[in-house]
Nanobody, 123 residues
Framework: VQLVESGGGLVQTGGSLRLSCAASGFSFSTYVMGWFRQAPGKEREFVGTITRSGGSSYYAASVKGRFNISRDSAKNTVYLEMNSLKPEDTAAYYC?????????????????WGQGTQVSVSS
């Protein structure tokens, strides 16, 4: 099983980035996919999650309206589109896979994790 994130980098306040997470080794279409982030010295926090079908997604209040999650089952890839970035969005971003259909916000519910990609937003 692998989840490989890419697309991180340094961006100015107000800018945009799109993260990708390529999945392999499990049945991608049967897993809920989530994004989490962790800033230095802070706990990992929920960013958003998307249903197995990709028909619905849910977000943390801090990113709602600025971030969008989508998935492409043909490519076994989930995306995190981030707009209007703020310095407080600076963190390592992780994708994760959840076998349960429950769209959990708790990291403990996710079975598989990627290695993370760094996003830095300069002020």
């Amino acid at each position: 099983v692998q989840l490989v994130e890419s697309g991180g980098g340094l961006v100015q306040t107000g800018g945009s980035l799109r993260l990708s997470c390529a999945a392999s080794g499990f049945s991608f279409s049967t897993y809920v996919m989530g994004w989490f982030r962790q800033a230095p010295g802070k706990e990992r926090e929920f960013v958003g999650t998307i249903t197995r079908s990709g028909g619905s997604s849910y977000y943390a209040a801090s990113v709602k309206g600025r971030f969008n999650i989508s998935r492409d089952s043909a490519k076994n890839t989930v995306y995190l589109e981030m707009n209007s970035l703020k310095p407080e969005d600076t963190a390592a971003y992780y994708c994760a896979a959840e076998a349960s259909p429950m769209l959990s916000r708790r990291s403990s519910e996710y079975e598989y994790w990627g290695q993370g990609t760094q996003v830095s937003v300069s002020s």
